[in-house]
């Protein structure tokens, strides 16, 4: 059975919130539970955030994905101490799953096993949807040099990685830094 997460937003300066959470989840010996939005590509929700977004405005508000039990005792934590720091709970929902759109494309076979191994390779309980890489070989390339017009191989995928919050994240976080995978923001779903 997967872990429940919610999506907890505190209005404030980011980095206090972010400090109070990671000093709040060290003193109780917890680590990687609480992933920030804004660190980890996950989209805004509404038209306001979309706006911001482009405009470079700083938010005041911060989003933690965090497991179910530590949530409710970080918002209460943020709660008790909100005059003092200067914080508000805006709100605290269960999250119960994350997607995001990936496309690749290269013209290395070496590179072109890499990815799909990495593919292969997913999290429990994470999927792909609308997944058929396709490859093709042109023999009569090869040779060819690097930005010729035919190339000896090439392969090409796209889809949907699905599945629980956290696992999603981490999926994204372990393959964001590919040069050959363009992926798009992290959409969570709210029950």
Do not use: W
Not at 15 to 37: K, N, P, V
Not at 51 to 77: C, F, Y
Not at 143 to 159: C, D, M, N, R, T
């Amino acid at each position: 059975m997967n872990k429940t997460y919610f999506e907890v937003v505190v209005e404030g300066h980011h980095e206090l919130i972010r400090g109070f959470a990671l000093g709040f989840l060290a003193a109780r010996g917890i680590e990687g539970e609480a992933a920030f939005a804004r660190e980890h590509h996950v989209k805004g929700s509404g038209k306001l955030h979309q706006l911001m977004r482009i405009l470079s405005v700083t938010e005041d508000q911060t989003r933690i994905i965090i497991g179910e039990e530590i949530g409710r005792a970080l918002k209460e934590a943020y709660e008790k101490r909100q005059s003092e720091l200067a914080v508000k709970v805006v709100s605290i929902r269960q999250v119960v799953g994350a997607r995001f759109h990936f496309r690749f494309k290269t013209f290395s076979k070496e590179f072109g096993e890499k990815l799909k191994a990495t593919f292969a390779d997913l999290p429990p309980g994470v999927q792909i949807g609308g997944y058929k890489p396709e490859e093709v070989i042109h023999p009569e390339g090869k040779g060819v040099e690097a930005y010729a017009p035919l190339h000896a191989y090439e392969i090409k995928a796209s889809g949907e990685v699905s599945g629980p919050a956290k696992e999603v994240i981490d999926f994204y976080d372990r393959i964001e830094h590919n040069e050959l995978i363009e992926l798009e923001e992290i959409r969570l779903e709210f029950s």
